[in-house]
């Protein structure tokens, strides 16, 4: 008898808790903390943000006749004179994966309740973000001080039609051996407002082409002649590249950029945090550090994306 | 990191998922610098060309999979949270066809303007403006 009505009671408390028991909280379905889960949900909206700026990205590229080549715009290495397409970026890429692996190392630590762990991993962290951030600043400075783009001016671009560069004599400019300094189809440019000598110095304002091999031509005009195409025959002004790419450019590296600043100050504050023993009080496996973390991944996320839109396609 | 694994596995894992993704971007950029002429000296055209946009998609496809599913630990959440998180995205396979046909269709505009700027319009010989039918002057709505 009173076995039975131990277990009726049992049941009756079970039954009570299906019915009300997801309305009383301290029920975890997603098993995630809320914390946890609202970084998630943070984040699918900042995927949407940068997406929506990407895929304009593409849009504006699709609109456009022609667009600048990322191997021919983003060639410089600080220290290394020449054309490294690509090179530097790639380094950039791999300082954002190098600390999103520390990062990694930093949340494996907590889970361990490793304070010490955390803290190196977390300055490891904050260390490559911050190198990041300074190659960001130099392929940033040489874009705007070396090669003069802006967010409405853009330098680069790729000829529609095969043709013949124009000296400032309205003749056809001539290489040193004699031979008429031509392009074709597709062939990159570089159209800068202002001349500089070999050390970078400003000189005379001018026109200054850089073209398809590699070679600095002082052309001091800003005409071509194309010999196919629609304007075949005739002298026609130079034109600046799509203006929509310094623009997106800043805009999109720039709202990266911006994450990763973001990113590295909250790293710090949680790192100071850790070593103050803040989360460790917590006994949660400091899953501050945890979030953090998350975010920082998403950071080197969406650089897959950026590396992928502006340096690969 | 899953619970089952011990500390010098995870650590093992850490070290082998930066390898990996190391490894996939220099075969990216390999790649890249190969189809756009920089290496070998000859483009990637035609039918080439989309397939080298494909490979290039593929792999930081597979980059952003691995940073979710082991870096982030998505793979250890519970189904339902993974799912509520990922599925959103697939919002944005429609909102890349439709933007990226948008701004094909601003091209083409573009085109069809600059176009008819360039046209040169012969007058007609005869007479020009509207011509007003009567039976239109006289209806009155």
Redo the contacts between chains.
Sequence with gaps: MADTSVKHAHETHEHEEDNSGAWEGGKEPFKASYGKLMMWYFLVSDAFTFAGFLIAYGALRFSMPTWPEPDWVFATVPFLKGHWPLIFVTFMTFVLIFSSATMVRAVQEGHRENRSGVVFWMVMTVLGGATFLGCQAYEWTTLIAHEDMTITQNPFGRHMYDGVYLGADGKEALYPDGSPITFVKGDNYTLHHVSRDAKNELKAEGLMYKTKDHTIEMLNSTKVKFTTGPKAGQVVEAAFGPKAFGALFFFITGFHGFHVFSGVLFLAIIAINTAGGLYAARKNGHEMVEKIGLYWHFVDLVWVFVFLVFYLL | ?AAHQT?EE??QF??R??IL??II??V??FI??WA?G?LFGHKWEGAMHYIY?LV??GF?LY??YF??FF??HMAH??R??AM??LL??LL?VW??IA??Q??????AR??LIKEKNEQVVTPSSGKTGYIISPSLSNHKG
Excluded: C, D, N
């Design positions: 990191m500390y995870q650590k850490v070290l998922g930066l993704l190391g971007t220099i990216e950029v890249a610098l756009k920089f946009m290039m998609v930081s980059k952003a940073i979710v870096f982030m959440e519970v339902g949270m509520s998180v959103p995205t944005l909102a890349i933007f990226f948008e701004g094909s269709v601003w091209g573009r085109e």
